[in-house]
């Protein structure tokens, strides 16, 4: 079985749960099987949060955390010193960083492949907002189809459209251009 593992990492209130589903719902577009699941903390807003996508060209029977991603997401940048975040970590592991740094000023135990896109500042300037707070679960996902190549952005994109579909039309589409826009601005440090 050809699988694909992914873990994101955020703060309650960003979307990481959600972000998860939709990627694994993008992947479905392209015919591959997904699981997506969360692990939660101290369940608050802005308590650490773990989300996790399985990917695979047939049924997945595996039924657990995931310990030795292919992907690493990770929302906030400052979850960057909690061990957790480094775990399974190895050079050929693919982590997206929100963060305004360039990959190279990232430093991290191990050298893996680096990519970082500044989703805080597309959401505050396309106004992807909770209670005042920068929500870049649908952003991050844009970079990820371009650091990875696991899932096009265009599934991205529609995987989107179907995740939000209950909000208002305007929100939607919000999304998903920031999402293109993550995915042009990315910055491929490998």
């Keep these: 079985m050809n699988l694909f593992e992914i873990r994101f990492h955020g703060r309650g209130g960003q979307g990481a749960v959600t972000g998860a ?3 694994g719902d993008a992947t479905r577009l392209e015919n591959k099987h ?3 699941f969360a692990h939660y903390g101290a369940e608050r807003r802005g308590a650490p949060v773990m989300a996790f996508t399985r990917v695979a060209d047939e049924t997945i029977r595996i039924h657990s955390y995931i310990y030795d991603p292919e992907t ?4 906030d940048e400052t979850l960057l010193d909690i061990p957790s975040v480094q775990e399974g970590m190895n050079e050929d592991t693919f982590v997206v960083i ?3 740094q360039a990959p190279q000023e990232i430093k991290l135990k191990v050298k893996p492949k680096i990519s970082t896109v500044d989703a805080t500042t597309i959401a505050l300037d396309v ?6 707070i920068a929500v870049v679960n649908t952003i991050m996902l844009g970079a990820v189809a371009r650091a990875t190549s696991i899932v096009t952005i265009e599934s991205v994109k529609k995987a989107i459209r179907k995740g939000l579909a209950e909000l208002p039309e305007k929100v939607i589409e919000t999304n998903v251009e920031a999402a293109q826009r993550a995915y042009n601005e990315l910055q491929i440090g490998y």
Excluded: C, H, W, Y
């Design 34 to 36: 997904f699981q997506a």
């Design 72 to 75: 690493i997401v990770i929302l």
């Design 98 to 100: 929100n963060t305004p």
């Design 127 to 132: 106004g992807i907002l909770v209670a005042g």
């Design 21 to 23: 589903k939709i990627l």
